[in-house]
């Protein structure tokens, strides 16, 4: 059997795992939480997770048969690409940042796979990762439905303002005042992206008794034989109650929602964004909250999340003057990028990515890379 020694201290659990305490490494001041693995002599990767909470441990350690898993708290990045020597992978997440330079240190150290927990591959310099022949491969689907239900919670939440209503109820105040909402049914909801998560969304607004519209390159014909109306983009904008973003972020998406594309929409649009933070011009969107244009914005996503979204800033200064600026009006409702965060879409991505590892180990084609 193989025994892996991490600052000489052993510990053997059968065939699993522990997690040794956190300590700080002065060199690149971030925290590493480390797996000791003990596994049969036989070949496996030994694989250095970034941007880690302890639900990543708690279901990689579940799933994990044979590689041996490093965990670290800190983003991959410019002072920590250093703790992937001596490792074959890395395994990321949506708010690290892999450009070339980061690749280019991590072919330096021997890295020769970049699993991305996620579906999103913009973080990555694709370009980059192909010329140091790295392989990137990702999670496209875990559980479409968890994504495409939240941003529903989202619309319902905004709507009918049961988050409101909570804190009133809680603080003994049984007053109706000023939470009136609207009836979805019958209303008009625009679907930009009718992927996995798009066509999960468009399904459950048409069980709500809503006209679907959607624009994407390709139509659905699933969807259209459901009564999903595919149109030009202008018109799903110009003719929406409810706008909600489901496409991927690339050059043509950038900022897609941006003053030009606002003005198209109805006045008091509800705009829901699940997608990536990129996708709207934020500056932009705040200025139609100003004054009126969207009268409903919920984020799960954010432009500058990877300097806030999944820490405990709440004794802290938050220097982001924007997402200030949109926490501050009462018809906005921010989620810190918790669209996936089900036990089933967790499942899905350690069982995926652990069988992506698998296949690049045992030299067997590759059905989710990207290059």
């Known amino acids: 059997m193989g025994i892996y ?11 699993g ?11 690149t001041a971030v925290k590493i939480i480390s797996i000791i693995l003990v596994i049969p002599n036989h070949k496996s990767m030994k694989i250095a997770f970034f941007s880690t909470k302890s639900y990543d441990r708690e279901f990689f350690n579940h799933y994990v048969s044979t590689h041996e898993i490093i965990y670290f708290e800190a983003r991959l990045g ?10 074959d992978a890395v395994c990321v997440f949506v708010n690290d940042r892999l450009n070339a330079a980061i690749i280019g240190e991590l072919k330096k150290n021997g890295i020769k796979l970049i699993a991305l927990r996620c579906a999103g591959f913009n973080n990555v310099d694709l370009e980059a990762a192909k010329a140091n022949n790295i392989k990137v491969v990702r999670v496209p689907a875990y559980s479409p439905h968890a994504v495409a239900e939240h941003a529903v919670a989202l619309i319902l939440t905004l709507n009918r303002k049961t988050h409101k209503a909570y804190n009133r109820v809680r603080e003994g105040n049984f007053s ?6 609207f009836d979805l049914y019958g209303r008009t909801v625009g679907v930009i992206g009718t992927g996995k998560i798009g066509q999960a969304f468009c399904d459950i607004m048409l069980g709500f008794g809503c006209r679907v519209l959607a624009f994407d390159l390709l139509a659905n014909r699933e969807l259209t034989g459901k009564g999903v109306e595919y149109l030009p983009l202008i018109d799903v904008l110009q003719q929406s109650d409810i ?8 050059e043509q998406t950038k900022h897609i929602i941006n003053n030009q594309t606002l003005q198209m929409m ?5 705009l829901i964004n699940t997608s990536r933070g990129a996708l709207i011009n934020t500056a932009d969107i705040i200025g139609s909250l100003k004054t009126g244009k969207v009268g409903y914005l919920g984020l799960d996503v954010y432009e500058q999340e990877e300097k806030i979204f999944f820490k405990d800033l709440s004794e802290n200064v938050i220097q982001d003057d924007m997402i200030m600026r949109l926490i501050s ?31 690049f180990e045992a030299g067997l084609p590759l059905k989710n890379a990207v290059v």
């Open 5 to 15: 020694m991490i600052d000489m201290i052993l510990m053997i659990v059968g065939q």
């Open 17 to 27: 795992s522990i997690i040794l305490p956190k300590k700080e490494y002065n060199a």
């Open 266 to 270: 109805k006045d008091g649009v509800m």
């Open 176 to 181: 109706l005042e000023r939470l009136t909402g």
């Open 243 to 250: 706008i909600s973003l489901h496409c991927p972020l690339n």
């Open 78 to 87: 410019s002072q920590t690409v250093n703790l992937t020597a001596g490792c």
């Open 329 to 359: 009006f009462p018809n906005v409702l921010i989620t810190s990028h918790q669209g996936f965060f089900t036990e089933e879409a967790l499942t899905q991505i350690a069982q995926t990515t652990l069988e992506n590892a698998d296949a």
